[in-house]
């Protein structure tokens, strides 16, 4: 199975600053990768899949990059609606599908 | 549009069977999959297991012994069913899809939260 090692699992930034969440894959999953935000009581929500492609709707603050086995997500200009989990998922290899630990982002 | 919606009961006793349906619309359940995806209370995601659009199942080998997932097409409804439950079964228990050769989750229900609990 691959292990997907995600950080930090908390981050605090001011509005306005840039934040960059990492997730390491425990073998080469070929930008098979998705990132997901999550706010208190909601369903998670697709923010990029392929590593790097912007979901429909998802603002351009949100953006994707990485290969191999090491990938990050960047939010530029930090708004309050970011407040959030944000968690990582590899599709490359299944079963199982498998997400990080998550990172619960907050502001300062 | 496409919707998915989790049901099923809010409190399972210990050692017995969860079963839970999500109910689709706005897509074909024999050109997508359907997953189930469950969250402890504050903790993180894990998959359980799908569906694909063939009909066959993979499941986390975590929860195989478990676990079981089917279908019903005509009423576009997709089933779980855990037996064995304990205490650290607790969770929000979501469906979602994806697309064939796209196994990403775009599409989620609103979750049902499972408690484990005599």
């Known amino acids: 199975d691959i292990q997907m090692t995600q950080s930090p699992a908390s981050l605090s930034a001011s509005l306005g600053e840039t934040v960059t969440i990492e997730c390491r894959a425990s073998?080469?999953?070929?930008?098979?990768l998705a990132w997901y935000q999550q706010k208190p009581g909601k369903s998670p929500q697709l923010l990029i899949y392929?590593?790097?492609s912007l979901h429909t709707g998802v603002p351009s603050r949100f953006s994707g990059s990485g290969s191999g086995t090491q990938y990050s997500l960047k939010i530029n200009s930090l708004q309050s609606e970011d407040v959030a989990s944000y968690f990582c998922?590899?599709?490359?290899?299944?079963?199982?599908?498998?997400f990080g630990s998550g990172t619960k982002l907050e502001i300062k | 549009q496409v919707q998915l919606k989790e049901s099923g009961p809010g409190l399972v006793q210990p050692s017995q069977t969860l079963s839970l349906t999500c109910t689709v619309s706005?897509?074909?359940?024999?050109?997508?999959?359907v997953h189930w995806v469950r969250q402890p209370p504050g903790k993180g995601l894990e998959w359980m297991g799908g569906?694909?659009?063939?009909?066959?199942?993979d499941y986390n080998s975590a929860l195989k012994s478990r676990l079981s997932i089917s279908r019903d097409t005509s009423k576009s409804q997709v089933f779980l069913k855990m037996n064995s439950l304990q205490t650290d079964d607790t969770a929000i228990y979501f469906c979602?899809?994806?697309?064939?050769?796209?196994?990403?989750?775009?599409?989620w229900g609103q979750g049902t939260l499972v408690t484990v609990s005599s």
């Open positions: 979602t899809r994806s697309r064939t050769g796209r196994n990403w989750f775009a599409y």
């Open positions: 706005g897509f074909s359940l024999t050109s997508n999959s």
């Open positions: 569906i694909w659009g063939d009909g066959s199942t």
């Open positions: 073998e080469d999953i070929y930008n098979g």
């Open positions: 392929n590593a790097n």
């Open positions: 998922q590899q599709y490359y290899d299944y079963p199982p599908l498998t």
